[in-house]
């Protein structure tokens, strides 16, 4: 079973930035994509960013250029910086992987714990 390990959300004002981290635990043979998902209250859930295995990136269209996410790197980690935060930005943010565990067969889908993010004066 694949463990997502993230970094803890956090207040911020707006404007302000804030670092996400999130690293797959042991059992990954091959990563597909890693990256994030948010919710916001009374919302669907949107993808924030990802990235593939080959390095190919993707942003949800709210982003604007004001966010970046890297990897994932050697030991499947990925890292999300967000700039410019805004109040609606403020959501329950959730790392994810899809990753392979058993060569040969298609990647499942795997979820953190999600991390409030609240960006407030």
């Known amino acids: 079973q694949v463990r997502l390990v993230d970094s803890p959300g956090g207040l911020v004002q707006p404007g302000g930035r804030l670092r996400l981290s999130c690293a797959a635990s042991?059992?990954?043979?091959?990563?597909?994509?890693m990256g994030w998902y948010r919710q916001a209250s009374g919302k669907q859930r949107e993808l924030v960013a990802s990235?593939?295995?080959?390095?190919?990136?993707t942003y949800g269209d709210f982003v604007e250029g004001r966010f970046a996410i890297s990897g994932p790197w050697s030991r499947n980690v990925v890292h999300l910086e967000m700039n410019d935060l805004r109040p609606e930005d403020t959501a329950e943010y959730y790392c994810?992987?899809?990753?392979?565990?058993?060569?040969?067969?298609?990647?499942?889908?795997?979820w953190g714990q999600g991390r409030q993010v609240t960006v407030a004066s």
């Open positions: 994810y992987v899809d990753a392979v565990t058993v060569p040969g067969t298609p990647g499942n889908i795997y």
């Open positions: 042991e059992g990954v043979v091959r990563i597909n994509s």
């Open positions: 990235v593939t295995r080959d390095g190919v990136a």
